[in-house]
Structure formats: structure tokens, C-alpha cells
């Protein structure tokens, strides 16, 4: 067998010089409804946290508290607390990364997909999507403290890096939310979006661009920061590439 290949880091909020003995992997397991801890630079397997019975070996029943559908992972931005959503019972999970200990275990709203943590490292903001809001959470303490009201069924909560605008998208509408965090409130929608369909997305390191995932293709979400760059502008790319929407604030 050959040898594995070095891992990278190419970004980290904190350190962006590569990978250290300090440095762990969350993943988790929706069928086995747990969270696994790697050490990437050995590729050891350091635990696993359970958040409930294994989803297809145990029958469910009234008497059931734990998680069912272990989905999505966040983290605060210190790297001392991860969180994960289970999208059937609709909990969200917080775990201390110091000794992998729950924090709290929280009921949010119908089919959680993905929460993240605000620039406050306390609270968490989870896309609810069977709703037409984000729940605010508070992390440490339990319990939602505040509701985001936008477009139906947001599915992922970005933040900037500045931590003072969130972006959400949706699965039941072809639109970007873009909210004030101070405010909570929505104070710009992307609308033409190429699909109603956004199940996720992702934003590069400065801030400037996120790029959303439209049923089976990709499309990249342009921001062109600053005064001088007001309202939206939308750029199609022909031929075999997928649609590129360009939008300036």
C-alpha cells in the first residue's frame, strides 16, 4: 500500500498554518446518530460521542428522548464548542471540544438542517426548514431566544467574518436572505436564484463570495463590498458551466 498523502489546512479562523497534534475532525454519523473525533495529522480516532440509538437497530417509541438523524456540524469561531442538529427530533446538540463533553441539548424547530455559531461564541443560529425562520439559540444556557423570520423552508445560516451579516438560503425558495445580526432582521433578499432548491452553501475566507449548491449543480453567490458597489447585478456563464450569479451589495 502506498503512503497517504499530507493534509493541508488551507484556512482556519485562528491558525492558517496547517495542521497541528492539536487540531481535530468532527464527523457525524446520521444512521448511527453519533459524532466521531479524529486527529487528522495521525488519522487516529480519538471517540465518539452518542447523541442516541443506532437509527436502524432500535425501534423507536414513546419513551424515546434521544436524537434520531444526526445531521450537520458548527463550530464557534475560539473552537471550543461544536454543535449538531438532529433533523427528526429536532434537537440541537452543543459539545465542548476540551473533553468532548454535551453541553446542552436543546428542542428547536421542525427539521433543523444546519446551526452556527455567532461572532459571540454563545449563541447558535439554526435553519429550520420546515419553517420560514431561524431559531436563535442560546448554546451555553438552552433554550430559543429569538426567531429570524424569511423565505420558507432556510436551510444554512453563514456569517461574515465580521460576524454582523448572516446569509441564509432555502429549500422552498429560489432566494438569499441577507440579515442584520444586530437587528435580526432580513434587510436584503437575492431573488432569481436558478433553482427554488438550495440545500447548502459555502463562503470563502474574506467574505466575499459564497457559492450555493442548486439541486445537482453549483452556482457561485459574487459580493462585491463597499459603498460604491449598491444594489444586485446577475451574470449567467454559457455553454457546459453551470449558471454563475454574480450579486454586488
Known amino acids: 500500500m502506498g503512503t497517504r498523502p499530507a493534509l493541508k489546512q488551507r484556512y482556519s479562523y485562528n491558525d492558517p498554518g496547517g495542521i497541528s497534534c492539536r487540531d481535530r475532525i ?38 424515546y428522548i434521544g436524537g434520531v438523524d444526526g445531521h450537520g456540524l458548527g463550530f464557534s469561531r475560539d473552537g471550543k464548542y461544536i454543535n449538531s442538529t438532529s433533523v427528526t427530533t429536532n434537537t440541537l446538540t452543543v459539545i465542548k471540544t476540551l473533553d468532548n ?19 459571540d461564541k454563545v449563541t447558535v443560529w439554526v435553519a429550520a426548514r420546515g419553517t420560514d425562520y431561524v431559531d436563535i439559540v442560546d448554546g451555553m444556557a438552552g433554550g430559543i431566544i429569538g426567531r429570524v423570520l424569511g423565505a420558507p423552508g432556510p436551510t444554512k445560516v453563514l456569517f461574515s467574518p465580521d460576524g454582523a451579516t448572516a446569509y441564509v438560503n432555502h429549500i422552498r425558495s429560489a432566494t438569499l436572505d441577507i440579515i442584520d445580526v444586530k437587528s435580526q432582521k432580513v434587510v436584503h433578499q437575492i431573488s432569481g436564484l436558478v433553482d427554488t432548491f438550495s440545500s447548502d452553501t459555502m463562503m470563502n475566507a474574506p467574505g466575499t463570495s459564497i457559492k450555493g449548491r442548486a439541486q445537482a449543480r453549483w452556482v457561485n453567490l459574487g459580493f462585491g463590498l463597499g459603498a460604491a458597489n449598491c444594489g444586485y447585478s446577475i451574470g449567467y456563464r454559457c455553454g457546459n458551466q453551470p449558471p454563475e450569479f454574480c450579486y454586488r451589495l
Not at 479524529?38 to 414513546?62: A, C, F, H, S, W
Not at 463533553?101 to 461572532?119: K, L, N, T, Y
Request: glycine share 6%; net charge negative; proline share 5%.
Open 101 to 119: 463533553s454535551i453541553v446542552s441539548q436543546i428542542h428547536v424547530d421542525r427539521a433543523p438542517h444546519e446551526g452556527f455559531f455567532s461572532v
Open 26 to 63: 468532527y464527523t457525524v454519523d446520521k444512521s448511527f446518530n453519533t459524532v466521531t473525533v479524529i486527529k487528522p495529522n495521525t488519522y487516529e480516532v480519538l471517540g465518539t460521542i452518542t447523541l442516541g440509538k443506532e437509527r436502524l437497530t432500535d425501534d423507536l417509541n414513546p419513551q
